[in-house]
Protein backbone atom coordinates (compact mmCIF):
# COMPACT_ATOMS: atom_id res chain seq x y z
CA UNK A 1 0.00 0.00 0.00
CA UNK A 2 1.03 3.59 -0.71
CA UNK A 3 2.41 5.74 2.17
CA UNK A 4 1.92 9.68 2.33
CA UNK A 5 3.80 11.67 5.00
CA UNK A 6 5.11 14.98 5.54
CA UNK A 7 8.91 15.69 6.79
CA UNK A 8 11.01 17.96 5.57
CA UNK A 9 9.84 17.45 2.55
CA UNK A 10 6.76 15.50 1.27
CA UNK A 11 7.51 11.82 1.15
CA UNK A 12 5.86 8.90 -1.15
CA UNK A 13 6.70 5.43 0.44
CA UNK A 14 9.49 7.23 2.07
CA UNK A 15 11.24 8.89 -0.89
CA UNK A 16 11.26 12.73 -1.62
CA UNK A 17 8.13 13.50 -3.62
CA UNK A 18 7.87 17.03 -5.57
CA UNK A 19 3.75 17.43 -5.90
CA UNK A 20 3.11 18.82 -9.56
CA UNK A 21 -1.02 19.66 -9.39
CA UNK A 22 -3.27 21.46 -11.20
CA UNK A 23 -6.89 22.12 -10.02
CA UNK A 24 -9.98 20.14 -12.23
CA UNK A 25 -13.18 21.03 -10.94
CA UNK A 26 -15.48 18.12 -11.65
CA UNK A 27 -18.55 20.18 -10.85
CA UNK A 28 -17.78 22.22 -13.86
CA UNK A 29 -17.04 19.74 -16.18
CA UNK A 30 -19.11 17.52 -17.87
CA UNK A 31 -18.43 13.80 -16.26
CA UNK A 32 -18.49 12.57 -19.98
CA UNK A 33 -15.14 15.23 -20.48
CA UNK A 34 -13.47 14.17 -16.75
CA UNK A 35 -10.79 11.74 -18.46
CA UNK A 36 -9.55 13.90 -21.23
CA UNK A 37 -8.96 16.99 -18.23
CA UNK A 38 -7.14 14.25 -16.99
CA UNK A 39 -5.24 13.12 -18.75
CA UNK A 40 -4.17 15.92 -20.05
CA UNK A 41 -3.20 17.22 -16.73
CA UNK A 42 -0.54 14.25 -16.52
CA UNK A 43 0.86 14.82 -19.92
CA UNK A 44 1.67 18.27 -19.21
CA UNK A 45 4.11 16.62 -16.41
CA UNK A 46 1.49 16.55 -13.28
CA UNK A 47 1.28 13.51 -10.65
CA UNK A 48 -1.48 14.96 -8.62
CA UNK A 49 -4.75 16.61 -9.63
CA UNK A 50 -6.52 18.90 -7.33
CA UNK A 51 -10.34 19.80 -6.43
CA UNK A 52 -12.88 21.74 -3.93
CA UNK A 53 -15.66 20.10 -2.91
CA UNK A 54 -18.58 22.68 -2.90
CA UNK A 55 -21.06 22.09 0.39
CA UNK A 56 -23.70 23.70 -2.18
CA UNK A 57 -23.71 21.06 -4.88
CA UNK A 58 -24.21 18.04 -2.41
CA UNK A 59 -26.30 19.07 0.10
CA UNK A 60 -28.79 21.38 -2.50
CA UNK A 61 -31.17 21.46 0.61
CA UNK A 62 -30.52 20.65 3.97
CA UNK A 63 -30.54 16.55 4.51
CA UNK A 64 -30.90 16.31 0.79
CA UNK A 65 -27.75 14.82 -0.63
CA UNK A 66 -26.63 14.86 -4.15
CA UNK A 67 -23.64 12.30 -5.37
CA UNK A 68 -24.47 11.78 -8.43
CA UNK A 69 -23.75 12.81 -12.20
CA UNK A 70 -21.68 15.94 -12.16
CA UNK A 71 -21.78 15.53 -8.47
CA UNK A 72 -20.22 12.32 -8.60
CA UNK A 73 -16.87 12.98 -6.79
CA UNK A 74 -16.05 9.31 -6.06
CA UNK A 75 -15.87 8.67 -9.78
CA UNK A 76 -14.10 11.42 -10.40
CA UNK A 77 -11.49 10.33 -8.04
CA UNK A 78 -11.46 7.02 -9.38
CA UNK A 79 -10.71 8.34 -13.03
CA UNK A 80 -8.18 10.32 -11.86
CA UNK A 81 -6.87 7.33 -10.04
CA UNK A 82 -7.02 4.78 -13.09
CA UNK A 83 -4.80 7.62 -15.34
CA UNK A 84 -1.74 7.15 -12.43
CA UNK A 85 -2.83 10.73 -10.96
CA UNK A 86 -2.72 11.33 -6.86
CA UNK A 87 -5.40 13.63 -5.84
CA UNK A 88 -5.54 16.59 -3.12
CA UNK A 89 -9.42 17.02 -2.04
CA UNK A 90 -10.37 20.61 -0.41
CA UNK A 91 -13.58 19.41 1.55
CA UNK A 92 -13.54 22.46 3.63
CA UNK A 93 -17.00 23.89 4.17
CA UNK A 94 -16.01 26.81 2.83
CA UNK A 95 -14.38 27.09 -0.99
CA UNK A 96 -14.56 30.29 -2.52
CA UNK A 97 -13.43 29.25 -5.74
CA UNK A 98 -15.63 32.02 -7.39
CA UNK A 99 -18.81 29.56 -6.58
CA UNK A 100 -22.09 30.97 -5.44
CA UNK A 101 -22.14 31.84 -1.91
CA UNK A 102 -18.37 30.25 -1.92
CA UNK A 103 -19.42 26.55 -1.78
CA UNK A 104 -21.69 27.20 1.03
CA UNK A 105 -25.63 26.38 0.70
CA UNK A 106 -28.24 29.21 0.89
CA UNK A 107 -30.13 27.60 2.80
CA UNK A 108 -28.09 28.42 6.02
CA UNK A 109 -29.45 31.78 5.37
CA UNK A 110 -32.46 30.92 6.54
CA UNK A 111 -31.75 30.97 10.29
CA UNK A 112 -31.08 34.21 10.90
CA UNK A 113 -28.74 33.56 14.06
CA UNK A 114 -26.77 31.92 11.73
CA UNK A 115 -23.08 33.05 11.65
CA UNK A 116 -21.08 31.28 8.73
CA UNK A 117 -17.29 29.93 9.52
CA UNK A 118 -17.60 30.38 12.65
CA UNK A 119 -17.52 27.96 16.06
CA UNK A 120 -21.11 28.99 16.56
CA UNK A 121 -23.10 25.67 17.66
CA UNK A 122 -25.65 26.06 14.77
CA UNK A 123 -23.33 26.89 12.14
CA UNK A 124 -20.68 23.71 13.41
CA UNK A 125 -23.70 21.14 13.74
CA UNK A 126 -24.42 21.73 10.32
CA UNK A 127 -21.12 21.14 9.17
CA UNK A 128 -21.05 17.96 10.92
CA UNK A 129 -23.84 16.67 9.45
CA UNK A 130 -23.08 17.33 5.88
CA UNK A 131 -19.62 15.76 6.76
CA UNK A 132 -21.07 12.52 8.17
CA UNK A 133 -22.69 11.68 4.22
CA UNK A 134 -19.33 13.50 2.62
CA UNK A 135 -16.84 11.54 4.61
CA UNK A 136 -18.59 8.29 3.88
CA UNK A 137 -18.40 8.93 0.07
CA UNK A 138 -14.19 9.94 0.28
CA UNK A 139 -12.92 8.44 3.77
CA UNK A 140 -12.58 4.95 1.97
CA UNK A 141 -10.65 6.91 -1.14
CA UNK A 142 -7.73 7.89 0.92
CA UNK A 143 -4.00 6.80 0.41
CA UNK A 144 -4.24 5.24 3.74
CA UNK A 145 -7.03 2.70 2.40
CA UNK A 146 -5.31 2.10 -0.96
CA UNK A 147 -6.95 5.03 -2.94
CA UNK A 148 -5.19 8.32 -4.51
CA UNK A 149 -6.27 10.44 -1.88
CA UNK A 150 -2.86 11.99 -0.39
CA UNK A 151 -4.05 15.23 1.67
CA UNK A 152 -7.11 17.12 2.56
CA UNK A 153 -7.39 21.11 3.09
CA UNK A 154 -9.04 22.36 6.64
CA UNK A 155 -10.15 25.48 6.03
CA UNK A 156 -9.58 27.58 2.70
CA UNK A 157 -8.00 31.03 3.08
CA UNK A 158 -9.42 31.67 6.21
CA UNK A 159 -6.67 34.68 7.33
CA UNK A 160 -8.27 36.64 4.62
CA UNK A 161 -11.70 36.33 7.24
CA UNK A 162 -10.85 35.61 10.73
CA UNK A 163 -7.98 34.70 13.36
CA UNK A 164 -10.58 32.75 15.53
CA UNK A 165 -7.96 29.41 15.81
CA UNK A 166 -10.90 27.36 18.03
CA UNK A 167 -12.99 27.47 14.72
CA UNK A 168 -10.16 25.90 12.70
CA UNK A 169 -9.42 23.60 15.18
CA UNK A 170 -13.28 22.49 15.59
CA UNK A 171 -13.51 22.02 11.47
CA UNK A 172 -9.94 19.83 11.60
CA UNK A 173 -11.83 17.92 14.54
CA UNK A 174 -14.84 17.29 12.46
CA UNK A 175 -12.55 16.29 9.23
CA UNK A 176 -10.73 14.05 11.82
CA UNK A 177 -14.15 12.50 13.54
CA UNK A 178 -15.31 11.64 10.30
CA UNK A 179 -12.20 9.63 9.09
CA UNK A 180 -9.67 11.83 7.55
CA UNK A 181 -6.06 9.94 7.98
CA UNK A 182 -4.22 11.85 5.66
CA UNK A 183 -2.47 14.77 6.37
CA UNK A 184 -4.31 17.70 6.17
CA UNK A 185 -3.20 21.63 5.32
CA UNK A 186 -4.28 25.27 5.39
CA UNK A 187 -4.09 27.71 2.66
CA UNK A 188 -3.48 31.56 2.70
CA UNK A 189 -2.18 34.49 1.04
CA UNK A 190 1.81 33.98 2.05
CA UNK A 191 1.74 37.93 4.39
CA UNK A 192 2.31 37.01 7.46
CA UNK A 193 -0.65 38.59 9.33
CA UNK A 194 -2.73 36.15 6.84
CA UNK A 195 -0.48 32.67 7.55
CA UNK A 196 -0.92 33.54 11.58
CA UNK A 197 -4.58 34.04 11.58
CA UNK A 198 -5.58 31.30 9.30
CA UNK A 199 -2.97 28.43 10.29
CA UNK A 200 -3.14 25.97 12.82
CA UNK A 201 0.85 25.13 13.85
CA UNK A 202 -0.31 23.70 17.20
CA UNK A 203 -2.21 20.66 15.58
CA UNK A 204 0.58 20.27 13.16
CA UNK A 205 -1.26 21.22 10.00
CA UNK A 206 0.74 22.30 7.40
CA UNK A 207 0.25 25.85 6.00
CA UNK A 208 0.42 26.32 1.87
CA UNK A 209 0.23 29.61 0.39
CA UNK A 210 -1.62 30.98 -2.49
CA UNK A 211 0.22 33.63 -5.36
CA UNK A 212 0.42 33.93 -8.95
CA UNK A 213 3.61 35.89 -9.45
CA UNK A 214 6.72 36.86 -7.44
CA UNK A 215 7.41 33.06 -6.80
CA UNK A 216 10.65 33.32 -5.22
CA UNK A 217 9.52 35.58 -2.78
CA UNK A 218 6.88 34.19 -1.83
CA UNK A 219 7.92 31.20 -0.96
CA UNK A 220 10.77 32.89 0.75
CA UNK A 221 8.03 34.85 3.22
CA UNK A 222 6.29 30.93 3.89
CA UNK A 223 9.88 29.29 4.37
CA UNK A 224 10.12 32.49 7.10
CA UNK A 225 6.99 31.45 8.68
CA UNK A 226 7.68 28.07 9.33
CA UNK A 227 11.04 28.95 10.45
CA UNK A 228 9.69 31.32 13.04
CA UNK A 229 7.84 28.47 13.95
CA UNK A 230 10.15 26.02 14.72
CA UNK A 231 8.58 23.97 11.88
CA UNK A 232 10.90 22.20 8.96
CA UNK A 233 8.16 21.67 6.25
CA UNK A 234 7.75 21.76 2.78
CA UNK A 235 7.20 24.56 0.56
CA UNK A 236 4.23 24.27 -1.50
CA UNK A 237 2.21 26.85 -3.44
CA UNK A 238 -0.99 25.24 -3.13
CA UNK A 239 -3.04 27.87 -5.63
CA UNK A 240 -0.42 29.45 -8.68
CA UNK A 241 -2.92 31.44 -10.08
CA UNK A 242 -2.08 31.15 -14.42
CA UNK A 243 -5.12 33.62 -15.20
CA UNK A 244 -7.77 34.80 -13.67
CA UNK A 245 -11.85 35.06 -13.56
CA UNK A 246 -13.87 37.25 -15.40
CA UNK A 247 -17.06 39.87 -14.48
CA UNK A 248 -19.64 40.78 -16.55
CA UNK A 249 -19.20 44.30 -18.18
CA UNK A 250 -15.47 44.00 -18.35
CA UNK A 251 -12.60 43.09 -20.40
CA UNK A 252 -11.22 39.47 -20.49
CA UNK A 253 -7.87 38.82 -18.85
CA UNK A 254 -5.41 37.43 -20.22
CA UNK A 255 -1.71 36.65 -18.95
CA UNK A 256 1.60 36.08 -20.91
CA UNK A 257 2.68 32.31 -21.88
CA UNK A 258 6.43 33.16 -21.30
CA UNK A 259 5.97 34.96 -18.33
CA UNK A 260 3.91 32.51 -16.62
CA UNK A 261 6.51 29.59 -18.08
CA UNK A 262 9.54 31.82 -15.91
CA UNK A 263 7.55 31.92 -12.76
CA UNK A 264 6.35 27.62 -13.13
CA UNK A 265 10.15 26.92 -13.85
CA UNK A 266 11.54 29.39 -10.53
CA UNK A 267 8.96 28.31 -8.26
CA UNK A 268 9.80 24.58 -9.35
CA UNK A 269 12.86 24.64 -8.06
CA UNK A 270 12.01 25.62 -4.75
CA UNK A 271 8.80 23.73 -3.97
CA UNK A 272 5.75 22.10 -4.89
CA UNK A 273 3.15 23.57 -6.84
CA UNK A 274 -0.78 22.88 -7.87
CA UNK A 275 -1.89 24.97 -10.94
CA UNK A 276 -5.01 27.36 -10.12
CA UNK A 277 -6.64 26.60 -12.30
CA UNK A 278 -5.43 23.88 -14.86
CA UNK A 279 -9.17 23.66 -16.48
CA UNK A 280 -11.43 26.15 -15.11
CA UNK A 281 -14.80 24.82 -17.28
CA UNK A 282 -18.55 26.32 -16.72
CA UNK A 283 -20.34 28.07 -14.26
CA UNK A 284 -23.80 25.82 -14.96
CA UNK A 285 -26.69 27.01 -13.79
CA UNK A 286 -26.84 29.56 -11.08
CA UNK A 287 -23.85 28.50 -10.10
CA UNK A 288 -21.61 31.65 -10.95
CA UNK A 289 -20.07 33.06 -8.13
CA UNK A 290 -19.83 37.03 -7.09
CA UNK A 291 -16.71 39.17 -5.98
CA UNK A 292 -17.40 42.51 -4.33
CA UNK A 293 -15.15 45.87 -4.34
CA UNK A 294 -15.90 48.54 -2.29
CA UNK A 295 -19.44 47.75 -1.58
CA UNK A 296 -20.50 46.92 -5.20
CA UNK A 297 -21.37 43.41 -5.87
CA UNK A 298 -19.57 42.57 -9.04
CA UNK A 299 -21.07 39.02 -9.79
CA UNK A 300 -18.81 36.64 -12.06
CA UNK A 301 -19.86 35.59 -15.83
CA UNK A 302 -20.91 31.91 -16.49
CA UNK A 303 -17.83 31.16 -18.05
CA UNK A 304 -14.79 30.15 -15.77
CA UNK A 305 -12.14 29.96 -18.56
CA UNK A 306 -9.62 31.70 -16.31
CA UNK A 307 -7.20 31.94 -18.81
CA UNK A 308 -6.26 28.60 -17.73
CA UNK A 309 -4.12 26.10 -19.17
CA UNK A 310 -6.92 24.44 -21.13
CA UNK A 311 -9.97 26.63 -22.05
CA UNK A 312 -13.17 26.18 -20.72
CA UNK A 313 -14.15 23.87 -23.56
CA UNK A 314 -10.82 21.51 -22.67
CA UNK A 315 -8.56 22.99 -26.02
CA UNK A 316 -4.78 23.16 -24.74
CA UNK A 317 -3.48 26.73 -25.18
CA UNK A 318 -0.12 28.15 -25.84
CA UNK A 319 0.35 28.82 -21.67
CA UNK A 320 0.25 24.74 -21.85
CA UNK A 321 2.76 23.81 -23.70
CA UNK A 322 4.87 26.56 -22.59
CA UNK A 323 3.97 25.27 -19.05
CA UNK A 324 5.14 21.97 -19.94
CA UNK A 325 8.44 22.96 -21.29
CA UNK A 326 8.90 24.86 -18.19
CA UNK A 327 8.19 21.65 -15.82
CA UNK A 328 10.60 19.65 -18.29
CA UNK A 329 13.70 21.91 -17.58
CA UNK A 330 13.23 21.70 -13.72
CA UNK A 331 11.89 17.75 -13.44
CA UNK A 332 13.46 15.98 -16.83
CA UNK A 333 12.72 12.87 -15.14
CA UNK A 334 8.72 13.92 -15.79
CA UNK A 335 6.54 11.68 -18.02
CA UNK A 336 4.82 14.33 -20.52
CA UNK A 337 2.62 13.21 -23.90
CA UNK A 338 0.59 15.35 -26.38
CA UNK A 339 -2.32 16.70 -25.20
CA UNK A 340 -5.50 15.78 -26.78
CA UNK A 341 -8.11 17.64 -28.00
CA UNK A 342 -11.96 18.06 -28.35
CA UNK A 343 -14.15 18.53 -31.54
CA UNK A 344 -16.03 21.35 -32.11
CA UNK A 345 -18.45 22.72 -34.93
CA UNK A 346 -20.17 25.09 -36.28
CA UNK A 347 -24.16 23.07 -35.99
CA UNK A 348 -25.92 25.85 -38.62
CA UNK A 349 -28.73 28.23 -37.59
CA UNK A 350 -32.33 27.45 -35.87
CA UNK A 351 -35.17 29.25 -36.24
CA UNK A 352 -37.73 29.97 -33.30
CA UNK A 353 -40.36 27.63 -33.01
CA UNK A 354 -42.64 28.63 -29.93
CA UNK A 355 -42.73 31.85 -27.43
CA UNK A 356 -44.67 32.74 -24.45
CA UNK A 357 -44.60 35.64 -21.67
CA UNK A 358 -43.29 35.08 -18.05
CA UNK A 359 -46.60 36.41 -17.16
CA UNK A 360 -48.90 34.67 -19.37
CA UNK A 361 -47.34 31.29 -18.13
CA UNK A 362 -46.73 32.35 -14.50
CA UNK A 363 -49.49 29.41 -12.93
CA UNK A 364 -48.04 26.95 -14.73
CA UNK A 365 -44.10 27.58 -13.69
CA UNK A 366 -44.86 28.75 -9.74
CA UNK A 367 -46.85 28.45 -7.01
CA UNK A 368 -48.61 31.14 -5.89
CA UNK A 369 -47.55 31.78 -2.09
CA UNK A 370 -49.45 35.32 -0.66
CA UNK A 371 -48.31 37.38 2.73
CA UNK A 372 -49.06 40.39 3.92
CA UNK A 373 -45.63 41.86 3.30
CA UNK A 374 -42.48 41.06 0.96
CA UNK A 375 -40.86 37.49 1.53
CA UNK A 376 -36.80 36.66 0.98
CA UNK A 377 -35.82 33.69 -1.06
CA UNK A 378 -34.42 32.15 1.95
CA UNK A 379 -37.65 32.86 3.22
CA UNK A 380 -39.52 30.74 1.09
CA UNK A 381 -37.15 27.73 0.77
CA UNK A 382 -35.78 29.07 -2.49
CA UNK A 383 -32.20 28.90 -3.04
CA UNK A 384 -31.61 30.76 -6.63
CA UNK A 385 -33.02 32.20 -9.73
CA UNK A 386 -35.96 34.61 -9.46
CA UNK A 387 -39.17 35.55 -7.39
CA UNK A 388 -42.08 38.09 -9.14
CA UNK A 389 -43.86 39.94 -6.45
CA UNK A 390 -47.26 40.83 -7.54
CA UNK A 391 -49.80 43.08 -5.84
CA UNK A 392 -53.03 45.33 -6.72
CA UNK A 393 -52.95 48.80 -6.76
CA UNK A 394 -55.91 51.12 -5.75
CA UNK A 395 -54.79 54.22 -7.84
CA UNK A 396 -56.44 56.68 -9.99
CA UNK A 397 -54.00 59.05 -10.12
CA UNK A 398 -50.20 59.05 -10.76
CA UNK A 399 -47.81 58.23 -7.75
CA UNK A 400 -44.91 59.68 -8.25
CA UNK A 401 -42.88 58.05 -4.78
CA UNK A 402 -42.79 54.74 -5.11
CA UNK A 403 -39.68 52.23 -3.58
CA UNK A 404 -38.20 49.40 -3.38
CA UNK A 405 -36.57 48.91 -0.40
CA UNK A 406 -33.99 46.75 0.66
CA UNK A 407 -33.44 44.63 -2.56
CA UNK A 408 -31.25 42.26 -4.35
CA UNK A 409 -29.75 42.39 -6.40
CA UNK A 410 -31.45 43.27 -10.04
CA UNK A 411 -35.22 44.56 -9.84
CA UNK A 412 -37.18 44.82 -13.26
CA UNK A 413 -40.50 46.77 -11.92
CA UNK A 414 -43.87 46.40 -14.67
CA UNK A 415 -46.90 48.35 -14.35
CA UNK A 416 -49.98 46.23 -15.28
CA UNK A 417 -47.28 44.13 -16.92
CA UNK A 418 -45.92 46.60 -18.84
CA UNK A 419 -42.19 47.48 -17.84
CA UNK A 420 -41.52 50.87 -16.29
CA UNK A 421 -38.07 50.85 -14.72
CA UNK A 422 -34.96 48.65 -14.01
CA UNK A 423 -32.70 49.02 -10.89
CA UNK A 424 -29.41 47.30 -9.89
CA UNK A 425 -26.49 47.89 -7.74
CA UNK A 426 -26.05 51.85 -7.70
CA UNK A 427 -29.35 52.92 -8.10
CA UNK A 428 -31.33 50.23 -5.62
CA UNK A 429 -34.02 51.50 -4.14
CA UNK A 430 -34.80 54.78 -6.07
CA UNK A 431 -37.90 56.15 -6.69
CA UNK A 432 -39.71 55.59 -9.82
CA UNK A 433 -43.46 56.42 -10.99
CA UNK A 434 -46.90 54.13 -10.91
CA UNK A 435 -48.96 55.48 -14.17
CA UNK A 436 -52.18 57.20 -13.67
CA UNK A 437 -54.60 53.85 -12.95
CA UNK A 438 -52.31 51.59 -12.34
CA UNK A 439 -54.13 48.08 -11.14
CA UNK A 440 -51.14 45.90 -10.70
CA UNK A 441 -47.42 46.10 -9.84
CA UNK A 442 -45.52 43.46 -10.47
CA UNK A 443 -41.36 43.14 -9.26
CA UNK A 444 -39.63 40.78 -10.84
CA UNK A 445 -35.72 40.51 -8.71
CA UNK A 446 -32.70 38.03 -9.27
CA UNK A 447 -30.30 36.89 -7.44
CA UNK A 448 -27.11 37.55 -10.30
CA UNK A 449 -25.00 35.40 -7.29
CA UNK A 450 -24.12 35.37 -3.79
CA UNK A 451 -20.42 37.14 -2.86
CA UNK A 452 -18.02 34.12 -2.63
CA UNK A 453 -15.21 36.05 -0.96
CA UNK A 454 -14.66 38.95 2.00
CA UNK A 455 -15.84 40.45 4.33
CA UNK A 456 -19.47 40.69 2.16
CA UNK A 457 -19.88 36.88 3.24
CA UNK A 458 -21.95 38.14 6.46
CA UNK A 459 -23.84 40.74 4.07
CA UNK A 460 -27.55 41.18 4.74
CA UNK A 461 -27.30 41.59 1.11
CA UNK A 462 -26.90 37.63 0.71
CA UNK A 463 -30.31 36.70 1.34
CA UNK A 464 -32.34 37.78 -2.14
CA UNK A 465 -35.23 38.74 -3.09
CA UNK A 466 -36.94 42.32 -1.25
CA UNK A 467 -35.68 42.50 2.72
CA UNK A 468 -37.62 45.54 3.54
CA UNK A 469 -40.63 45.95 1.83
CA UNK A 470 -42.58 48.25 -1.26
CA UNK A 471 -43.62 51.69 -0.46
CA UNK A 472 -46.08 53.41 -2.22
CA UNK A 473 -46.08 57.00 -1.49
CA UNK A 474 -45.18 57.41 2.16
CA UNK A 475 -46.46 54.00 3.40
CA UNK A 476 -45.45 50.15 3.21
CA UNK A 477 -47.71 48.59 0.79
CA UNK A 478 -48.76 45.74 2.46
CA UNK A 479 -50.29 42.08 -0.01
CA UNK A 480 -47.82 40.09 -2.48
CA UNK A 481 -48.42 37.34 -4.52
CA UNK A 482 -44.95 35.63 -4.46
CA UNK A 483 -43.85 33.49 -7.36
CA UNK A 484 -40.41 31.58 -7.03
CA UNK A 485 -38.65 30.96 -10.43
CA UNK A 486 -36.20 28.81 -9.63
CA UNK A 487 -36.29 27.49 -13.58
CA UNK A 488 -35.37 24.29 -12.99
CA UNK A 489 -38.24 22.44 -14.48
CA UNK A 490 -38.52 24.69 -17.90
CA UNK A 491 -40.61 21.38 -19.27
CA UNK A 492 -43.72 23.10 -17.01
CA UNK A 493 -43.42 26.83 -19.58
CA UNK A 494 -47.35 26.58 -21.49
CA UNK A 495 -46.47 27.84 -24.82
CA UNK A 496 -49.71 27.50 -26.19
CA UNK A 497 -50.36 30.92 -23.92
CA UNK A 498 -49.93 34.43 -24.93
CA UNK A 499 -46.51 36.30 -25.64
CA UNK A 500 -46.52 40.05 -25.50
CA UNK A 501 -43.32 42.27 -26.51
CA UNK A 502 -40.93 44.16 -24.55
CA UNK A 503 -41.91 41.17 -21.56
CA UNK A 504 -39.66 38.90 -20.09
CA UNK A 505 -40.73 35.38 -21.99
CA UNK A 506 -39.74 32.04 -23.13
CA UNK A 507 -38.04 30.77 -26.27
CA UNK A 508 -38.07 27.77 -27.86
CA UNK A 509 -36.17 26.27 -30.63
CA UNK A 510 -36.60 22.88 -32.03
CA UNK A 511 -33.63 21.19 -34.12
CA UNK A 512 -32.21 17.96 -35.12
CA UNK A 513 -28.66 16.53 -35.01
CA UNK A 514 -27.21 13.47 -37.17
CA UNK A 515 -24.07 14.13 -34.98
CA UNK A 516 -22.95 15.43 -31.11
CA UNK A 517 -20.22 17.57 -31.33
CA UNK A 518 -19.26 20.06 -28.92
CA UNK A 519 -20.64 24.02 -30.07
CA UNK A 520 -21.11 27.42 -28.85
CA UNK A 521 -24.67 28.89 -28.77
CA UNK A 522 -24.71 32.89 -29.91
CA UNK A 523 -26.79 35.08 -27.33
CA UNK A 524 -25.92 37.82 -28.73
CA UNK A 525 -29.03 38.39 -30.00
CA UNK A 526 -30.49 38.52 -26.78
CA UNK A 527 -30.37 40.42 -23.50
CA UNK A 528 -30.31 38.94 -20.00
CA UNK A 529 -31.30 35.74 -18.49
CA UNK A 530 -30.39 31.94 -19.13
CA UNK A 531 -30.58 28.80 -21.50
CA UNK A 532 -31.67 25.12 -20.85
CA UNK A 533 -30.96 22.55 -23.21
CA UNK A 534 -32.52 19.05 -23.29
CA UNK A 535 -33.48 20.00 -19.39
CA UNK A 536 -29.81 20.95 -18.62
CA UNK A 537 -29.39 24.54 -17.28
CA UNK A 538 -26.51 25.83 -19.58
CA UNK A 539 -25.98 29.31 -17.23
CA UNK A 540 -26.78 32.65 -17.69
CA UNK A 541 -26.10 35.43 -20.50
CA UNK A 542 -26.07 39.36 -20.47
CA UNK A 543 -25.34 41.32 -23.19
CA UNK A 544 -22.79 43.27 -21.46
CA UNK A 545 -20.24 41.13 -22.17
CA UNK A 546 -17.50 40.22 -22.41
CA UNK A 547 -18.91 36.68 -23.38
CA UNK A 548 -21.54 36.69 -26.03
CA UNK A 549 -21.85 32.61 -26.22
CA UNK A 550 -22.79 29.90 -23.88
CA UNK A 551 -20.35 26.68 -24.38
CA UNK A 552 -22.12 23.17 -24.99
CA UNK A 553 -20.70 20.41 -24.74
CA UNK A 554 -21.34 17.49 -26.72
CA UNK A 555 -22.85 15.15 -24.34
CA UNK A 556 -25.34 17.44 -23.52
CA UNK A 557 -26.89 16.83 -26.88
CA UNK A 558 -28.69 14.28 -28.39
CA UNK A 559 -28.88 12.55 -32.03
CA UNK A 560 -32.17 13.30 -33.17
CA UNK A 561 -34.35 15.95 -32.03
CA UNK A 562 -32.81 18.63 -29.19
CA UNK A 563 -35.13 20.90 -27.27
CA UNK A 564 -33.22 24.51 -26.50
CA UNK A 565 -35.65 26.99 -24.06
CA UNK A 566 -34.10 30.31 -23.54
CA UNK A 567 -35.63 32.64 -20.84
CA UNK A 568 -35.22 36.32 -21.35
CA UNK A 569 -35.37 39.12 -18.88
CA UNK A 570 -35.48 42.58 -21.51
CA UNK A 571 -37.84 41.84 -23.88
CA UNK A 572 -34.59 41.14 -26.27
CA UNK A 573 -34.63 38.02 -28.36
CA UNK A 574 -34.06 37.14 -31.66
CA UNK A 575 -35.90 34.96 -34.49
CA UNK A 576 -33.21 32.67 -34.83
CA UNK A 577 -29.73 31.01 -32.76
CA UNK A 578 -26.96 29.66 -34.20
CA UNK A 579 -24.61 27.75 -33.09
CA UNK A 580 -20.74 28.59 -33.49
CA UNK A 581 -17.62 26.62 -33.71
CA UNK A 582 -16.23 29.51 -31.27
CA UNK A 583 -16.97 31.72 -28.73
CA UNK A 584 -18.21 35.02 -28.97
CA UNK A 585 -17.05 37.85 -27.34
CA UNK A 586 -18.92 40.97 -27.05
CA UNK A 587 -16.43 44.37 -26.96
Known amino acids: MTSFQIGKEFLLNGEEFKIISGAVHYFRIVPEYWEHSLF ?8 TVETYIPWNLHEPQEGIYNFDGIADVKEFIKTAERLGLYVIVRPSPYICAEWEFGGLPAWLLKDRTMRIRSRSSNFLSKVDTYYQSLFDVIRPLQVTKGGPVIMMQVENEYGSFGNDKEYVKRIKDLMVKHGA ?25 LPTGNFGSKSGHNLNELAAFHQENNKAWPLMCMEFWDGWF ?23 QLGSINFYMFHGGTNFGFMNGCSSRNGIDLPQITSYDYDALLTEWGEPTEKYFAVQKAIKKVVENCWQDQPRDLVRKDLGSVKLNRKVSLFSTLPTLSQKITHSHTLTMEELDQNYGYILYQTKID ?6 NCQVVEANDRVQIFADEQW ?28 VGRVNYGGRLLSPTQRKGIRSGVMIDIHFHHYFDHYPLTLDDLSKVDFSRSWEKNQPGFYEYVFELEECVDTFLDCSGFGKGMAELNGFHLGRFWNVGPTGSLYIPAPLLKKGMNRLIIFETEGIYSEEIHFANKPIYIK
Open 420 to 447: IHTEYQETLGSSFVLPKETKELSILVEN
Open 246 to 268: NRWGNEIIRRDPDELAGEVEELL
Open 40 to 47: NLKALGCN
Open 395 to 400: NREQID
Open 181 to 205: EVPLFTSDGTWHEALKAGSLLEDDI
